[in-house]
């Protein structure tokens, strides 16, 4: 007999699957404990486990890897290969329509891109930010920048110019941050350019200080000027992504969280196996959020299961409370799949957001 956590070890589902899967009557253990309600499963429930996992990973719905469990249990290997092939017809159907209307969205996206402008600007562009306020703003936004060699245009900071305001962004597409930094000396339309991660760093570099800096655009150069000292470079020549689109929510509940003391306890509380997540093809650690009757934010314990709970990856929570820089933030809840906000009490302009992830079944 193994038991529930020696059974996840062994299978590849996760504690919080293999009790799902007990409630959905896929996978029922062989013995519960009618005192600690522990859970025991048999020698031969491993092999139905691990072809469990293999068919959730096809996709396969939950009512065909019943059929299949109760067919393999019972030697019907006929019933198991019509099911096999059914799900198969099913994907290849699937992935034909799904080409069908890539390839019409690819015929409208080039000639959307034929009919607009670039990103760039040719106008040369020059302006006054203030350090400590630029340093600021690249801090809270750096922990976003994507690593996907696939998503380039994701590999910079959107250095976004209107008026007396420079938006930064960054994204990987699983978080976004936005923050916001004082300008003057810009009277001219709107400009945007992505600069390349390397040369932003080399920008932080230079902010030191706590006077004004001089930041010039020229066509696809962008320079950063402080007293005798410069970064400079090439901007990444890619369109990025109409944040302002993505950052409008829908209204959630607000809750003020002591930053140390949420820190520690999603260093320390329980953790939930998530979905892969590319480039590095590794599953991600997810921390389970949802707000207490008392108006507090609580990361659950396994087995939670409340409709209202918002499981995103625990490593980018901690970058972004980190980024955040104060003591207090507010984290905005919506529903279960919407992005969990995080902003200053001070300040609407600078915040961050991730995406919630699906927790294993």
């Not at 019509?82 to 290849?92: C, D, F, S």
């Not at 006077?211 to 950063?224: C, H, K, N, W, Y």
């Not at 369109?239 to 607000?254: K, N, Q, S």
């Amino acid at each position: 007999m193994r038991s529930i956590g020696e059974m996840a070890r062994d299978s590849g589902l996760s504690v919080s699957a293999l009790r799902f899967y007990d409630g959905a009557g896929v996978l029922v253990p062989a013995w519960v404990d009618p005192v600690s309600g522990y859970r025991w499963y048999g020698p031969q429930q491993l092999e139905e486990a691990r072809l469990l996992a293999r068919l959730r990973r096809a996709g396969m719905p939950l009512p065909d890897i019943r059929l299949v469990l109760a067919g393999w249990s019972s030697a019907d290997t006929d019933l198991v290969r019509k099911l096999l092939q059914a799900h198969l017809r099913r994907l290849e159907l699937g992935l034909s329509d799904a080409r069908s209307e890539f390839s019409t969205v690819r015929a409208l996206l080039e000639h959307r891109g034929n009919s607009m402008t670039s990103l760039h600007t040719a106008a040369a562009v020059r302006l006054t930010v203030s350090a400590p306020g630029l340093a600021a703003a690249l801090d809270a936004v750096r922990f976003a920048a994507s690593t996907d060699p696939e998503l380039p245009m994701l590999g910079g900071v959107l250095f976004d110019i209107e008026g007396e305001a420079l938006h930064v962004v960054a994204t990987d597409r699983y978080r976004m941050a936005v923050a916001q930094a004082g300008t003057t000396g810009h009277g001219g339309p709107r400009v945007q350019v992505i600069v390349p991660v390397p040369l932003a760093d080399a920008m932080r570099a230079l902010l030191s200080g706590e006077e004004s800096v001089q930041l010039a655009v020229d066509g696809d150069r962008v320079t950063l000027e402080t007293g005798d000292r410069q970064a400079a470079g090439q901007c990444l020549d890619h369109d990025f992504p109409d944040y302002r689109r993505l950052v409008h929510l829908p209204a959630g509940r607000r809750v003020l969280v002591d930053v140390p003391a949420f820190q520690a306890a999603v260093e320390t509380g329980p953790v939930r196996a998530g979905e892969v997540r590319k480039p590095d093809d590794v599953s991600c650690d997810l921390s389970v959020l949802k707000v207490t009757a008392d108006g507090a934010v609580t990361v659950c314990e396994d087995g939670d299961d409340d409709q209202h709970c918002v499981a995103v990856n625990r490593e980018f929570l901690l970058h972004a409370l980190a980024a955040g820089a104060r003591d207090q933030l507010i984290l905005e809840f919506g529903a279960p799949t919407a992005p969990l906000a995080i902003h200053r009490p001070d300040t609407e302009d600078t915040f961050s957001m991730l995406m919630p992830v699906r927790l294993e079944n």
